[in-house]
């Protein structure tokens, strides 16, 4: 749910979106949170094309608690323990498909990118639909990218997607 009842599916989307924003904006910190792992993974003189490439292989290499590829009991712990925003999820070096995305966009935007977090619905199983008042149907992350004037959406929090390929 988005918090207090409401009748108006308007109303109801702005303030889940609302509450979502700052939590993801919360987790995600500053750039300045990552800015030391960024210099490991671009360099100086990298286009931003170049730069979102290896910025999106970094994230999408990193161990996912999610997969379906079994984790070393030590590495799961430590995810679990340090992934309290960003900086947790650079310091362990793993997370979970959202932890991942959160932290691919952080690592953008200290690279002077526009990231932002989509949340969508899958159309697997349904068809999401606003005046149903019902948050459970945005079930998935992606990752809106501004690249030199072109919209990208990404998945770097599954590591089976190349850089550009969507489920």
């Known amino acids: 749910g988005a918090g207090r009842k409401t009748d108006d599916p308007a109303k109801y989307w702005r303030t889940f979106g609302g509450g979502r924003w700052e939590s993801i904006e919360r987790f995600i910190g500053q750039p ?3 800015r030391k792992n960024l210099e490991e993974i671009i360099a100086e003189g990298d286009t931003s094309e170049q730069k979102l490439r290896k910025i999106y292989d ?3 290499l990193m161990p996912n608690i999610d997969a379906s590829v079994p984790l070393d009991q030590k590495v ?3 995810c679990k323990r ?3 925003n960003v900086r947790g999820v650079a310091k362990a070096g793993c997370g979970d498909t959202a932890e991942l995305q959160m932290y691919f966009i952080a690592l953008a935007r200290a690279a002077g990118l ?3 977090p989509v949340l969508i619905a899958s159309r697997g199983e349904r068809f999401f639909t606003a ?3 019902d948050s459970s149907q945005l079930d998935g992350w992606l ?3 501004n690249l030199d004037g072109r919209e990208l959406f990404l998945s770097p929090g ?3 997607l190349p850089f550009g390929a969507l489920l």
Do not use: F, G, P, Q
């Open 32 to 34: 300045k949170d990552v």
């Open 58 to 60: 970094h994230a999408r």
């Open 76 to 78: 799961l712990r430590r």
């Open 82 to 84: 340090e992934n309290l």
């Open 114 to 116: 526009t990231a932002d």
């Open 131 to 133: 005046d149903t008042m």
């Open 143 to 145: 990752v809106a990218v």
């Open 158 to 160: 599954i590591s089976v």
